[in-house]
């Protein structure tokens, strides 16, 4: 299926930006409560450069939101999604499958293991990407089923205590609250879904 690019960007930043207040709210209990203002400020960032990144090809404009949100976003969270989107538009061929973007999001998930020396199970975003990723390239994969595994992993983070990242210096105090980047993973696994859905 084509990607509509166009599409995807404004939906994504537009849900991210509007759950800006609940990212951080999420972020205010287990880490230094700038997770939503800081993703809001790297999509505000997308979307005033959306022209000039529409105009590239799909790879090379996923790999520009990505360096957009490493230049914007600050703290941890820029260069983990700014190496999810770069690694992306590497990976993905022109007219993904399910299958692809599932090849693609694996990929993505190696790159950030490697970068935030973080594994599944240590309570951040891997813990929403990496099942997802599993699911959509064991070709089984519906958008309601990918929709539903997100919700259900980024709620796996609540009893979960953080290993890795800014909640691990909480410890066993960081188990009972949902982990921020998990919930904005879910937030964009959501958006994709829906717009290649037709349902946005």
């Given at each position: 299926?084509?990607l ?18 609940e ?18 400020r ?30 914007k976003v ?5 260069p ?11 990976e ?5 499958t ?11 998930v ?6 935030g ?37 980024a ?7 953080a290993i890795?990242?800014?909640a ?8 009972g609250h ?15 879904c829906?717009v ?5």
């Amino acid at each position: 299926m084509a990607l509509p690019l166009d599409k995807m960007l404004d939906t994504l930043s537009a849900r991210i930006i509007a759950a800006a207040d609940e990212l951080t709210d999420l972020d205010s209990a287990i880490g230094d409560a700038d997770h939503g203002l800081n993703m809001k400020r790297g999509f505000e960032a997308v979307q005033a450069e959306r022209a000039s990144i529409l105009a590239k090809p799909s790879g090379e404009a996923l790999k520009a939101v990505g360096m957009m949100l490493v230049m914007k976003v600050g703290g941890a969270s820029g260069p983990l999604y700014g190496t999810l989107f770069m690694t992306l538009g590497k990976e993905l061929p022109d007219q993904p499958t399910l299958a692809d973007m599932g090849r693609a999001l694996n990929a993505s998930v190696t790159a950030l293991k490697a970068r935030g020396k973080a594994e599944i199970g240590n309570k951040t975003m891997l813990d929403v990407l990496a099942p997802v990723a599993a699911h959509l390239e064991s070709g089984t994969a519906t958008f309601d089923s990918v929709r539903t595994l997100a919700a259900e992993s980024a709620k796996a983070t609540i009893p979960m205590k953080a290993i890795r990242g800014r909640a691990s210096f909480l410890g066993e105090r960081s188990i009972g609250h949902m982990d921020p980047g998990a919930r904005s993973s879910e937030i964009m696994i959501a958006a994709v879904c829906d717009v290649l859905e037709g349902t946005s």
